[in-house]
């Protein structure tokens, strides 16, 4: 069978765990290619280590060559705006793992169909990836006036360019809540734990409802069948507890609200299994890669 | 004023927003909260980064009130002695020792200390102001507080707004012998309630998992954890 080829750029942990993950599950695309800029990068050597091609000549070695469609963008917001650009040009298709969100953003159980046609895609945030999915689970059934998601995350496992930039981690987890959750206003608030041994992603999330009938059932239904379909690309993607209904004190008054507790496991694929946090980008943008993949070759199947 | 507040160890979360306080000319404070989970080193690490990013005062904050005074004593006295800037001391009465931990850090240099008035405040409240305007009149500390009025605010004031007088209850007294964040009573209280179980096994549980500030909803999720086994055993 005919595959898409696809190249990693980035040679850091998120570009490292990611190809891991692509060698791993066989599918419709090739991974043709890491590009990285430094020569002496544990990534590039783990890349040739496994068969794969490694180059240190970053975002021009992937325009070198015209048989790859897809590229993952593993470096930093800033240096995604330069790639960005080159890359339509180039013509390529590009799912950015950075926070610069050029591209809408993409949770792939919900809005990947409203995005097929899309050259440029965003994976939000490790927060947003895990908790979108949820408060559209409750959405899809009744509005949500108002969703909060409290992400807790091992200190272990939040890297440097997060950390000076913790509000729009913030602002972009709270966004996709809105944009890609349903929810009408949102807040999003990390946690960094530094217990040790390293406790692994917890989610909790809020959502306050104002509508005065409404099936508990059918939401709860809802948010089990979001989750079966999160977890085929992020085992260790589960509830911890089933759904509560509880009522509260609201700015809105006394409100029915709808909690939901998650556990995000990583696979320990490079990242340490508590790294939840972090596996769930990498197996997320490697199923959008998957479904793009498979979206090309159908279409070439088509036009043939 | 501004308080950019982190959890002990997470200093580094904070640079962004101590620049933006600076920036609006604002006195700012970095609050380094439950400093009992870190040890002194690590708190002194952490103090030096908020001063590197401008804070004008560091803070040792006793979020569950659990310190005791010579614990108090050695944060203060090693943030002294390696950071140039104001030194501050913020604790709970939940063992009733707000007051010793506050005289301790004044003793040490800590020259910022914050109070509440009648212990408004989280879980069994703050060192009580009133009360410290006294205490340190007696020691020769000049305050610039009238002490009649400060006791006057108290009691016509805010004792009427208070729900319930302020004590150290069973659950103020758990959070500060388990060593978890004051705000975190009263949440505890209403999910105890709501699954039928004793809160301070909640505060104990939420303790030894070493839960941090903003983790509030790991409460319900204990609670639904604590049900669940008990029912067990039951059936």
């Given at each position: 069978m005919a595959k898409i080829k696809a190249a990693i750029l980035g040679s850091g942990n998120i570009g490292t765990d990611l190809m891991y993950k692509i060698l791993k599950n066989d599918g419709a695309?090739?991974?043709a290619l890491v590009a990285g800029i430094d020569p002496e990068s544990e990534g590039l050597a783990r890349a040739r280590e496994a068969g794969i091609e490694a180059s240190h000549d970053g975002i021009d070695a992937i325009l070198a060559d015209p048989d790859i469609r897809i590229v993952f963008d593993a470096t930093s917001a800033k240096a995604h705006i330069q790639n960005a650009e080159k890359l339509e040009a180039a013509g390529k298709m590009a799912i950015d793992l950075t926070p610069a969100a050029v591209g809408p953003y993409l949770v792939p159980p919900v809005n990947l169909d409203d995005h097929i046609g899309a050259k440029n895609v965003n994976m939000v945030s490790c927060a947003g990836q895990a908790t979108a999915p949820l408060v559209y689970a409750v959405s899809r059934v009744v509005p949500v006036h108002y969703a909060e998601m409290i992400a807790t995350v091992a200190s272990r496992a939040i890297g440097p360019g997060t950390r000076q930039n913790v509000d729009e981690f913030t602002r972009t987890t709270a966004n996709a809540l809105m944009?890609?959750?349903?929810?009408?206003t949102a807040r999003a608030i990390p946690v960094f734990n530094p217990a040790e041994p390293p406790i692994t992603m917890t989610n909790t999330v809020y959502a306050v409802i104002q509508e005065k009938d409404f099936d508990f059932d059918e939401i709860r239904k809802s948010v089990h069948e979001m989750v079966k379909d999160v977890s085929e690309y992020v085992p260790g993607y589960r509830l911890k507890g089933e759904p509560l209904l509880d009522e509260r004190e609201t700015p809105w008054g006394r409100l029915p609200v709808i909690v939901i507790m998650n556990e995000v496991e990583g696979a320990g694929d490079f990242f340490p299994k508590y790294a939840g946090n972090l596996d769930i980008m990498t197996a997320s943008a490697r199923k959008v890669g998957e479904l793009y993949a498979s979206h090309f070759l159908q279409k070439e199947e088509v036009g043939q | 004023m501004a308080r950019i507040a982190t959890?002990?160890?997470?200093?580094?979360?904070s640079p962004q927003h101590i620049a933006y306080a600076k920036e609006l000319g604002m006195e700012t404070v970095g609050f380094l909260m439950m400093a009992h989970m870190a040890p002194v080193e690590k708190l002194v690490e952490q103090a030096k980064l908020m001063e590197s990013y401008g804070a004008d005062t560091v803070y040792v904050v006793d979020s569950a009130g659990y310190l005791l005074p010579d614990q108090v004593r050695e944060r203060i006295r090693a943030l002294k002695q390696s950071v140039g800037v104001n030194v501050g001391f913020h604790a709970h009465n939940n063992l009733s020792l707000a007051m010793a931990n506050t005289l301790a850090a004044i003793e040490e240099g800590a020259t910022r200390i914050d109070g509440s008035v009648r212990c408004l405040g989280a879980g069994a409240g703050n060192t009580q102001t009133e009360v410290l305007v006294a205490v340190l009149e007696r020691m020769g500390i000049e305050t610039g507080v009238d002490l009649y009025k400060m006791m006057d605010l108290a009691e016509d004031i805010v004792a009427p707004i208070l729900q319930t007088p302020q004590e150290i209850t069973k659950d103020s007294l758990t959070l500060g012998y388990a060593g978890v964040?004051?705000?975190f009573a009263l949440h505890t209280k209403r999910a105890a309630k709501k699954f039928n179980i004793d809160s301070r096994d909640i505060l104990i549980e939420l303790g030894k998992r070493k839960v941090v500030g903003g983790q509030e909803d790991m409460i319900v999720d204990v609670a639904a954890e604590i049900a669940a086994g008990k029912e067990k055993v039951l059936s």
């Open positions: 695309m090739e991974l944009e890609v959750g349903g929810a009408k | 959890h002990v160890t997470e200093a580094d979360v964040y004051s705000t």
